[in-house]
Structures are given as structure tokens and as C-alpha cells.
């Protein structure tokens, strides 16, 4: 005879067997979705040239200094995918193992878009009239007076709007250091091979956010430059 | 029983993740119209710059559901910048001065409006409004090795407009931040504290009309929670006040430009200033 607290104690485990069951299938599930969104294979534009050098600035955590390391990769003709695949092998270098800079791996970047300076906003053109259909107002260069203020001033001199994913960004260690570094990181490198890149932005899946990971500003339009500092972390080129 | 109530917990605890940074909206709407609206050629009569030379304005980043970086388990960046900003406030009292801190509790309690936590942008009217000789926001982070000093990633300027663009109002006031930077680094490098110097560009710095600098404080050692060291954050906090005794002796304001000066704009409207290497 089988006391009554004894077939409690046997349903509960029972019950623990299942939902431990039921547990582990969620988890495995979540676990599958997680490395899913971390391998992104959106497929670049195959390489069409063999390696070739470029220049990769490489931060380091412990004393904030950013170096210039050489590296042999191949990479796409077409510059949009060139910047893109630049930053994607940045990124893939710091997920290494060991890395002085650690972060997520993965794939970071959706897109890069190249627009030539100055770029020029449209706004509404008060003077005319609605159209009888909806309403709508036709929109006009900000700058129309000027002619050619939509030519570049310098030319070749382009804005790189760099689109992170969240996948990446969500990940992203959060200081003002951390985050500042790998800023720093992308600008310099994007300047040492990609030199007609003047200016960049930053979006997150193609919305304007406000910071990194809480600390670096990602509304503002930052200027392109060398970021290589000495290893005492002050900038030789601020 | 004892075992379902374990599976229960465990099944509601596993599926929770690790609470994220939950960042406010910051007010970013209007200062960009006012930075776009800024008129190329000013005709305002120029009031003297003051500064309040006693007076240290803290500002301990984050609070309330904003928790900053997670530094390890059992520490947040928004109460390690607190704990240093009341050291920091009991020092510089202790000296003399008068401390102006955008928080002292885990949340802000001045409010820009009813029920909604401070902005960004309203730590720096408050700073602004403070007149400080100097301007300290705080941050603590678990990677990197001592203290991370940050002055305005701004280009100079040379002196300061009557009416400062919002987003870059910080530019007149880089090489003051730069001379801040210089004195508070030597300090703690006396202390023996490891230092990385630098420039970055972190709400609200560039918006602060003083000189100002992001103080970031790290661990000392590989541990993280080494953070907490409350000898530790003595040790930089007395630093600090000790160079900043000195600095309020030292601090200036820029000059101010003349009202008539016709600037260049951007294509955003944003008065384009020269650029000057620091």
C-alpha cells in the first residue's frame, strides 16, 4: 500500500520531470535563435581582387591607445561594401579571443551608404499650392536659391552613414571608454582606407539613436580622422 | 512539494535576462531647432561671462532605471558614481567650496516635469545655471585600469559667442577643459592612480558652458568589484578636491566675441566655428 503523501511526492517529481522538459526545449529553442541572429550571412559582394593590404586601428582597453596594425584581407571593389566589409572584419577582429578590445561577435553592420558632402535636406515649399488629390505639398532643396549647392564643395568628399545592428549594439560593453574606443576605432580605420569619406553617422537598424551603450553619442555627425594615439592614451591627432 | 515550488521559481527565474540599460529620451528636439535656428550674424549686446569659483558642479551619470554599465553582478555604474560623488562633496566641502550635484539620491528628484526622471539636457541646464570652475560628470565602468579622464571631443574655440549654439556651446570652454584635464591627470598621477587622458564625445559635455570633463573611474585591479574599494575611491576622490583647490585659482573664463562677428554656417544652420587644434 502506497502511503498518500509517498504518491505527492512521486506526482511532484513527475511534474518536475516535465517541466524541466519543457524548460530545456524553451531554452534550446531561445539558445538556436540567439546564434541565428548572431550569424547574420547577409552576403557581401564576393571579393573580385586578391588580399591587399589595409590599415585597421585597433584599440586596446587597458591603456585607451589606439595603434595602426597592418593586415592582408580581401576585400570588395564597390566602396559601399569595401567600407562595410572593412568595419565587419574590425569588428570580427575584436571578437577573437584575448582581444585587448573585447566584443560581441557577429555580424555588426547592416549597411553603409555613401553620400556625397554637402549633404542637402528637402524641405516643404510653402509657396506652393496642395494638389487636389491628398493634399500634399511638393518639397524643394533647403539650399534652392544656390545653384550649385548641391555639388560637393570638395569633390570626392563623402558622408558615410554607417547602420549598426542592435544585435550588435545591444551587446556592446557600456563605458565611456569602451565605447569611445570603438568609435575612435571605425573612424580611423574607415580614414586610413577609405580617405574621400570626410564625415560619418551612425543609426541602429536604420533609426537614430542617442548613445552606444549609454555613453558614446551617436546623434552627432562625427569627422573622419587619424585616431592613432600614443600608448599613454593622450591623441596625437585630437 | 518543496520540488515543484523549486521548479516553479527556477522555470520564472531562468526566463527572466539580465535587466538592460533603460535609457530616458533625452529632450534632443529642441536644442537641435535652436542649434538650427541660430542666426549667422549676432546684434545682442555681449553680457560678461561670471564664474563662481567656489562653486564644483557633480554630476553622478545615470540613476533610478537608468542603471549605467553593469561593472559585475552585484554593482551598477549608478551607485558607484554616487558613493564617489558624496565622497568627492564631503572633500570639497571640507575645503571650501560649495557643491552643486545634479542627483544625490539613486534618482534624480528635481524632475523636469511631473513624474518624468532628468534629461540629459536638464543636467546640463543646471550646470549651466551653476556658473561651476569646474564641471565633473561621473561614470564608472569595469573594464580598463584606474581613472579615464575625458575633455570635449569640440574643437576649440576662440572665445565665446553671446548666444551659444545648445550642442556646442562647450567649444569656448575646451582649452580651460584641457587645463582642468592637465592638472587633475598630474594629481592623480602623484597618487599613483593609472590614468588614460583622452577626448569623447558624451552627452551632455558638449553642451556645458564651464570647464568639464567626464571622469570615469575603473577597477584598480582584475577584480571589478575592486571598484567599491571605498579606500580606493578616497584615495582619488582627496586627489581630485586637492587639485581643484588649486584650479579655482587658475580657472578663466573665455573671452567673449564680438557681437557683430558674422560666423559661417553649416548647411544645418549651426554656426561652423574655426577650427583650431587644441
Redesign the interface.
Known sequence: MIQRHQR??FW??I??IV??GI?LA??RQRGRDRIQALGDATPLDAPTAMTEAVTMDLAN????AITANSRQIALPREANSRARALIDHLIAEYALPGSPHPLPSGSAVAEVFLLPL????HAVDTSAAANSSGGFKATVP??SADPNALQPKEPGGELAVIDLRSTFV?QH??????E?LTLLSILGTLHANLPQIEQVRFLVDGQAR??L?????L??T?PVRDTV?NP????LN? | MAACVLVLATLTGLGQTAPRKSLQPAAVSNPHKASQQTPAVLSSAPAPIQINRIVILLDPAHGGLDTGSRISDATVEKDVTLSLAFKLRSLLSARGFAVVMTRDADSPTEPSAAGSPLTLDDRAGIANHAHAAACLLLHATGSGNGVHLYHSDLAAAPGELPVEPWLTAQAAWVPQSQRLEAQLAAALTRAGIALVTSSASVRPVDSLTCPALVFELAPHGDDPDSINDANYQQRIAQSIADALVFWRNQVQAPIQLSSTVSLPTTTTGQVKRPETQP
Request: charged letters at 15%.
Open positions: 505527492i511526492v511532484c517529481l511534474a518536475c517541466g524541466m524548460l524553451v531554452e582597453d587597458t591603456d585607451g554637402p549633404a542637402m535636406g533647403v539650399a545591444n560593453p557600456s563605458g565611456v571608454e569602451v569611445s542617442e548613445t551603450a549609454g555613453h558614446a553619442d546623434l552627432r562625427y594615439s599613454n592614451g593622450g591623441q585630437p
